[in-house]
Nanobody, 122 residues
Framework: VQLQASGGGLVQAGGSLRLSCAAS????????MGWFRQAPGKEREFVAG????????RYADSVKGRFTISRDNAKNTVYLRMNSLLPEDTANYYC????????????????WGQGTQVTVSS
């Protein structure tokens, strides 16, 4: 499956963005999906994950209550709604697909998008 992330940009602290990740290729609904982020000089970290049928969701503690992951299997797209953004949310955001567990870490994900940059100014 090929993944294309979009929706990043520059936003002031307290603002919102919605990231999208469009999938093509093999059946999207076969995969659990996740969002990760990587800031300069830091390791890539898990942000949020969602099950195949949009039922089970998991979030990093740092984004709970502010970010919402969702998916539309008819459109082969997964979303990340980000509210109340903080400067520390600044990073390159990646979507990824897995046939394993959504919280199994970066090495459990099989396919990755190219990333979309989110910059939050203070």
């Amino acid at each position: 499956v090929q993944l294309q992330a979009s929706g990043g940009g520059l936003v002031q602290a307290g603002g919102s963005l919605r990231l999208s990740c469009a999938a093509s290729g093999r059946s999207f609904s076969r995969y659990r999906m996740g969002w990760f982020r990587q800031a300069p000089g830091k390791e890539r970290e898990f942000v949020a994950g969602i099950s195949r049928e949009n039922v089970y969701k998991r979030y990093a503690d740092s984004v709970k209550g502010r970010f919402t992951i969702s998916r539309d299997n008819a459109k082969n797209t997964v979303y990340l709604r980000m509210n109340s953004l903080l400067p520390e949310d600044t990073a390159n955001y990646y979507c990824a697909a897995t046939t394993g567990e959504i919280d199994g870490g970066i090495y459990s994900y099989d396919y990755w998008g190219q990333g979309t940059q989110v910059t939050v100014s203070s």
